[in-house]
C-alpha cells in the first residue's frame, strides 16, 4: 500500500492531527506565549466560521493553529495537500517540478512554486557543528572533500569559453559522516573560498581536494591536504580523492537540468538546501521516506516565507 494513501493525506482533520502529533509530542503549545497548561481546542463549524485545528490559549487569550509560527502560516490550501507536496518532493531522488506539483496537487502553478519554496526552508539546516570530526575520538580529525562546480548563468554576465559566467558552488562533504554542506559563491578567489572551509571544517581534519590553486593556502592550515592530479589523469590515490562529492554534484546537476531546468542564483541556496538535506538523509545512512518527511515537517517551526521573500533575491 501506498504511503500517499494514509488519512493525512486525504482527510484535512486527519492533517491537522497528524502535524499536531508531530510538532506537539507533549500536547498543544502557544505560539504566542509558549504556554501549555491552559490550551483548549475550538470545534470546527463551518455555521461559525470556526477554522479547522483552531485552539485558544488561556493565558495569552489568543487563538493559534498548528501551522502558525511555521512556514505554513497564512497558506491558502489544505494541509494535506501541502503534505502531498512534503512526502513528494522528500521521496524524489532529484525533486519534482512545481509544474508537476500543479498537476498532481490541483493547485495554480504560483501555488505549488511558492509551496515548493516553502518546503525548501524547512529543509535549510541552521547552524551546525564543523565538519571533519571523529565520533568517540576527541581532537582526532577524520577526512573532508571539498570542490567547486558551476551551473547556469550568472545574471547579466556574457557567455564566454571558460566558467567565469556561470554559478558558482562550493561543496564539502564529511567521509566519516556522509554528509555534504553547500554554499552558492560569488567568485572562486582564495579570499573568498578560505572563510567557508575555515568555518565549516575543524583544524585537525585532513583535506581533499584536486589540485586547484584556490586550496593551496587553505589546505596548508589543517593537520593535512592531499590532492588529486586530475589534469595528469589522477582521480584517485589510495584513499585520496574527491569522488563523493563528485558523486553529490552528478545528482545536484541532473536535477537541476533534467527537474528544475532553470534557476536564478536569488533561488540557487534554496535548491542546494533541498539536495542537500535529501543526501544527508538518504536510505544509505538509515533514514527512509516517511522519516525523512518528518524531519521535514519538523523543520518548519520558526522558520518564515512570504511570497515577496521568495520572490526577491535572498
Given at each position: ?5 494514509q488519512?493525512q493525506?486525504?482527510?484535512e ?6 502535524l499536531e502529533?508531530?510538532l506537539?509530542p ?9 504556554g ?5 481546542k ?11 485545528g483552531?485552539h485558544k490559549c ?5 487563538q493559534?493553529t ?7 502560516e497564512?497558506a ?9 507536496a ?5 521521496s524524489?531522488?532529484?525533486g519534482?517540478?512545481a509544474?508537476?506539483?500543479?498537476r ?9 512554486w511558492?509551496?515548493a ?9 541552521g547552524?551546525?557543528?564543523p565538519f571533519?570530526?571523529?565520533d ?5 580529525g577524520?577526512?573532508?572533500e571539498?570542490?567547486e562546480?558551476?551551473i547556469?548563468r550568472e545574471?547579466g554576465?556574457?557567455k564566454k569559453?571558460?566558467f ?5 558552488v562550493v561543496?564539502?562533504?564529511d567521509?566519516?559522516?556522509?554528509k ?7 567568485d572562486?578567489k582564495?579570499e573568498?573560498?578560505?572563510p567557508?572551509?575555515?568555518e565549516?571544517?575543524?583544524?585537525e581534519?585532513?583535506l ?16 593535512d591536504?592531499?590532492v588529486?592530479t586530475?589534469s ?5 590515490r589510495g ?10 554534484f552528478?545528482?545536484?546537476k541532473?536535477g ?12 540557487l ?5 533541498e539536495?542537500?538535506?535529501r ?6 545512512l538509515?533514514?527512509s521516506d516517511?522519516?525523512r ?18 520572490s526577491n533575491?535572498?
Open positions: 500500500m501506498s504511503v500517499l494513501s488519512p493525506f486525504h482527510c482533520e486527519a492533517a491537522f492531527d497528524w502529533k508531530t506537539w507533549q500536547g498543544p503549545v502557544c505560539p504566542h506565549c509558549g501549555m497548561g491552559r490550551i483548549g475550538i470545534k470546527a463549524n463551518k455555521e461559525a466560521r470556526v477554522r479547522m483552531l488561556g493565558d495569552c487569550k489568543k493559534f498548528v501551522k502558525v509560527g511555521t512556514v505554513f497564512h491558502r490550501m489544505p494541509l494535506h495537500k501541502m503534505l502531498q512534503v512526502h513528494l518532493m522528500c524524489s531522488k532529484k519534482i517540478s509544474h508537476q506539483l500543479h498532481v496537487l490541483e493547485v495554480q502553478y504560483k501555488t505549488a511558492f509551496l519554496h516553502r518546503i525548501r526552508e524547512a529543509m535549510r539546516e547552524a551546525l557543528a571533519g570530526g571523529v568517540g575520538m576527541p581532537g582526532a577524520g577526512i573532508v571539498a570542490d562546480t558551476f547556469g545574471p554576465k556574457p569559453r571558460a567565469h559566467h556561470k554559478m558558482k561543496s564539502l562533504v567521509r566519516d559522516s556522509g555534504v554542506r553547500s554554499v552558492v559563491v560569488d572562486l582564495p573568498t573560498i578560505r567557508i572551509i575555515e565549516n571544517i575543524i583544524k581534519a585532513t581533499h581536494t584536486d589540485e586547484s590553486a584556490i586550496y593551496t593556502k587553505i589546505g596548508a592550515t589543517f593537520a591536504h592531499q588529486t586530475h595528469a589523469k589522477e582521480y584517485v584513499i585520496v580523492h574527491t569522488n563523493t562529492v563528485e558523486g553529490y552528478s545528482v545536484f541532473r537541476m537540468k533534467g527537474i528544475y531546468q532553470h534557476c536564478g542564483k536569488q533561488h541556496h534554496r535548491y542546494l538546501a539536495f542537500d538535506f543526501h544527508n538523509n538518504r536510505v544509505k538509515g533514514v516517511v522519516a518527511m518528518e524531519r521535514t515537517v519538523n523543520g518548519i517551526v520558526g522558520k518564515r516565507l512570504t511570497y515577496r521573500q521568495s533575491a535572498a
